[in-house]
């Protein structure tokens, strides 16, 4: 018997709460390193001169550097994310004729994805435009972009609403949109069809697939997500942390200005800290999110 609708979406608000928070305790080093890589492109040779560099420069706290707005942003998008997900595939069940209990194809559930993340693209815009900015802060003041000073969550968002106000916080809203439709159509139909595939081999059901095969389909849909769109998140990061000094271009004049200024390359700076991340963090997201939402069921369906 379904669950009530109120109780299943708290259910899937909560895991991918707690999800959200494995996915960030466990990727936030790599993290910071591609939001640096992404803002400056020409400062670092590499991934590891940037790790290395940062370490040297700030220490370890530097590594973790925006890992408070992050836990936050984390926590919004995949509580909402999830949420959301629950939601719009009743939604495809109900557009296609299917009943509330029939199990969906993974292109469908991969629609359902791409749908939710508009929903979550609007709690987790705010808290990013924080977390980049803080993970930049270095270099901002390094290059004299802005006067030393703004290296603390609170100091960070009394400067967007100082600037900008209130909807200072959504610079990049539209490209974080662009970025999530295909990025989490991609996550979520990668996510499921390596779920089914593992399923077909071990001859058992999509929940009963063990830990390992958890975790790598979730690290392979992260991969896909991030090979697909890692170009606007990158031109998404710049706008975030450039708006700092003042009105930011939009989507289309920044990205011409970086092809111009930068090259292509630019475009896919930061790409190896974030594929290395990709794996443990995303795996560490779908198991926390499976984990603990199969853990409910079961407590609400006894």
């Known amino acids: 018997m379904p669950l009530h609708p109120a109780v299943q979406a708290a259910i899937d608000l909560s895991s991918g709460a707690i999800g959200g928070t494995a996915c960030v305790l466990s990727g936030q080093p790599l993290d910071t390193a591609k939001v640096k890589m992404q803002t400056f492109p020409t400062m670092y040779r590499g991934f590891l001169h940037c790790f290395t560099s940062t370490y040297k420069q700030v220490g370890l706290r530097g590594l973790y550097q925006g890992t408070s707005p992050a836990l936050m942003a984390n926590i919004a998008e995949n509580s909402v994310l999830f949420m959301s997900y629950g939601f719009c595939q009743d939604v495809v069940r109900m557009m296609t004729g299917l009943s509330s209990a029939s199990p969906l194809s993974d292109l469908q559930k991969a629609c359902a994805g791409s749908v939710a993340s508009i929903f979550s693209s609007l709690v987790l815009c705010p808290t990013e435009l924080v977390k980049c900015r803080l993970q930049a802060m270095y270099e901002m003041e390094a290059s004299g972009k802005i006067a030393k000073g703004q290296n603390t969550v609170w100091s960070v968002v009394k400067s967007v609403l100082k600037q900008n106000g209130p909807t200072g916080f959504y610079a990049g809203l539209t490209t974080t949109i662009v970025r999530e439709l295909p990025g989490y159509f991609c996550f979520f139909g990668a996510y499921e069809f390596s779920r089914t595939t593992f399923a077909d081999h071990l001859k058992c059901s999509k929940d009963n697939i063990g830990v390992v095969p958890i975790m790598f389909s979730g690290g392979f849909g992260g991969a896909c997500l991030w090979l697909v769109v890692y170009p606007i998140d990158c031109i998404k990061s710049r706008i975030q942390v450039m708006s700092m000094m003042g009105r930011q ?23 190896t800290p974030t594929m290395i991340r990709t794996f443990p963090a995303n795996g560490a997201l779908f198991l926390g999110y499976e984990a603990s939402r199969n853990f409910m069921m079961k407590q609400f369906d006894g």
């Not at 939009?250 to 630019?266: N, P, Q």
């Open 249 to 271: 271009e939009g989507f289309f004049k920044t990205m011409t200005a970086v092809l111009r200024t930068d090259g292509v390359r630019a475009l896919y700076s930061g790409l």
